[in-house]
């Protein structure tokens, strides 16, 4: 069966050549380019994870880890250093609270948040993925337990567009269902393994913007400045 969709679109023109642009539903770009993650290369996954070609080279600037090194990251995201170096003292920030809160429930309570994420409403199709994708714009939201929005966050990330974990202005999940075949909803194996690693070291979770991080860091180290790291990041991105 053939469907047909109409949008609207604005119609201009620039340095003398006509231009269209299309207002198109969010919720519909899933269905208009439909992409099955096993032909995705990861480097172009939004988000999923960081190249881990990246990881060796952004190791060459990171001085010794011993017992007695507090290891800093001030957005860790997904976390792709953190778990391949996993220092036994660590302080990790991001902006992001609901991703903060989701490694401290994978550390306090693995377990109910693997029983929570086999429950038939994380299941792979558009209908699930919409009903679980609205929460956060119902009253309801604010109801859910800890373990509930762990999930929900998981669910989406494994399950949505792309991997891209994206907000509108009033921060409300806005990226479209992303068709995957057979995404891994309940990574046991993984989950268990961050949580064992958070229980088994010394690890603080922070959630603000990066100047208050750093300005933190600053009180054991006055060298690492934001203009220091600045200038460290840019140096590590001229050789990738």
């Not at 990251?73 to 976390?79: A, T």
Request: net charge positive.
């Amino acid at each position: 069966m053939n469907f047909s969709y109409r949008f609207p679109v604005v119609k201009g023109t620039q340095a003398g050549r006509e231009y269209y642009i299309a207002m198109v539903p969010l919720k519909m770009l899933g269905r208009l380019f439909p992409i099955e993650e096993e032909y995705v290369l990861p480097e172009y996954r939004a988000q999923r994870k960081l190249n881990e070609a990246r990881i060796p080279e952004i190791k060459k600037y990171m001085p010794t880890i011993n017992k007695n090194t507090t290891y800093y990251e001030p957005f860790v995201g997904g976390g792709a250093v953190l778990f391949e170096i996993q220092p036994e003292k660590a302080i990790i920030n991001d902006v992001n609270h609901d991703l903060i809160d989701v490694y401290k429930v994978i550390k306090d309570n693995v377990e109910e948040l693997i029983k929570e994420l086999k429950k038939e409403k994380y299941a792979n199709t558009s209908e699930a993925f919409y009903d679980i994708r609205e929460l956060d714009r119902l009253p309801k939201y604010n109801n859910l337990t800890g373990i509930e929005k762990a999930a929900r966050i998981l669910y989406l990330n494994k399950t949505c567009y792309n991997g891209l974990y994206r907000v509108n202005s009033i921060g409300e999940f806005n990226t479209p269902f992303g068709r995957y075949k057979n995404p891994n909803i309940v990574n046991e194996v993984g989950l268990r393994a961050v949580s064992k690693y958070f229980n088994e070291a010394d690890i603080t979770f922070l959630s603000g913007d990066f100047e208050s991080t750093v300005n933190r860091i600053k009180e054991f180290n006055k060298e690492m400045t934001k203009d220091n790291i600045i200038k460290l990041l840019t140096e590590i991105e001229k050789k990738w």
